[in-house]
C-alpha cells in the first residue's frame, strides 16, 4: 500500500516538473503605439517645415519613447513628448538584480522640464552625438547613433516640430544608477540565445 502511494506522490512530483510554464497565464502582453497625431501650433517656423519634422519624428518614433503610455498601448494624450514615466534598463535585469535605467526626457518646449531653453545647435547636437546641453554624454537609449547621419535639414526640421508642440509641464523620474531601486517601472531589451 504504501509503496502504491509514494509511486502515485512520485508520479504527480514528475508531472508537476514537467508542466510547461506558461507566462501568459500570469502576464498580458502589450503592444507598443507607434503612431499618434500630435497636434501642433502656431510658430515662427514655416508650417511645412513644422509638417515636415512632424513626418520624420512619426517614422523616427520619437513620441514612442518620449510619450506616457505609448509603450505599453495607451498613450497619455495630453502629454504628447513629454516625457514618460516607463524606462529602459540598460544594464540586463536578468544578471543584475538592480539594473541602470534612463527615462525619456520632456522634449515639449516647457522652459523648466522640457527643452525650452536649449537652443537649436544643443538639440542638433543631441540629435547627432547624444551630448546634451549641458555636455554630458547621453546613454545610447535615447538612439542618436542611429540619428548620427541625419542631415541639417531634416534635423531642423525635427526641431521646427518639437518648438511647434503645445509646452507641457511634467518632470520625468530621475534616471537610475546601476544598483539603485527604480521605483517607476522599465522595460529591456535583450537577445536570448538557447545553449542547449
Ligand atoms: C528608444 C527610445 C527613444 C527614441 C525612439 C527616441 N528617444 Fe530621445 N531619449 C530617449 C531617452 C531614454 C533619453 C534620455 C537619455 C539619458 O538620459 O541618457 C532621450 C533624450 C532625448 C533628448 C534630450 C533631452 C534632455 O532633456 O536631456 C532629446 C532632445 C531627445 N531625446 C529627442 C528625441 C527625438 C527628436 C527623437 C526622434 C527623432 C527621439 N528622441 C527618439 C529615448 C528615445
Not at 507566462?23 to 502582453?29: E, F, G, M, N, R
Not at 514615466?85 to 522640457?114: M, W
Request: proline share 10%; net charge negative; aromatic share 8%.
Amino acid at each position: 500500500m504504501l509503496r502504491i502511494l509514494s509511486a502515485i506522490v512520485l508520479l504527480v512530483v514528475l508531472l508537476t516538473a514537467c508542466e510547461v510554464y506558461d507566462p501568459l497565464v500570469d502576464y498580458d502582453v502589450k503592444q507598443p503605439v507607434t503612431l499618434h497625431d500630435v497636434p501642433v501650433i502656431p510658430s515662427d517656423y514655416p508650417p511645412e517645415q513644422v509638417a515636415r519634422g512632424k513626418y520624420l519624428a512619426e517614422i523616427l518614433a520619437c513620441g514612442v519613447c518620449h510619450t506616457d503610455g505609448a509603450l505599453v498601448g495607451e498613450p497619455d494624450m495630453t502629454r504628447h513628448f513629454a516625457g514618460s514615466s516607463t524606462g529602459t534598463a540598460y544594464s540586463n535585469p536578468l544578471v543584475v538584480k538592480k539594473p541602470g535605467v534612463v527615462y525619456p526626457a520632456n522634449i515639449t518646449p516647457d522652459p523648466e522640464t522640457g527643452i525650452g531653453r536649449w537652443n537649436d545647435d544643443a538639440l542638433m547636437r543631441l540629435l547627432r552625438t547624444g551630448v546634451d546641453a549641458h555636455g554630458e554624454q547621453q546613454l545610447p537609449v535615447m538612439p542618436w547613433p542611429a540619428y548620427a547621419r541625419i542631415v541639417e535639414e531634416d534635423a531642423r526640421a525635427i526641431i521646427a516640430f518639437l518648438r511647434s508642440l503645445e509646452p507641457v509641464r511634467n518632470k520625468v523620474p530621475k534616471n537610475v544608477e546601476p544598483g539603485q531601486r527604480a521605483v517607476s517601472p522599465y522595460v529591456h531589451f535583450g537577445v536570448y540565445e538557447s545553449k542547449r
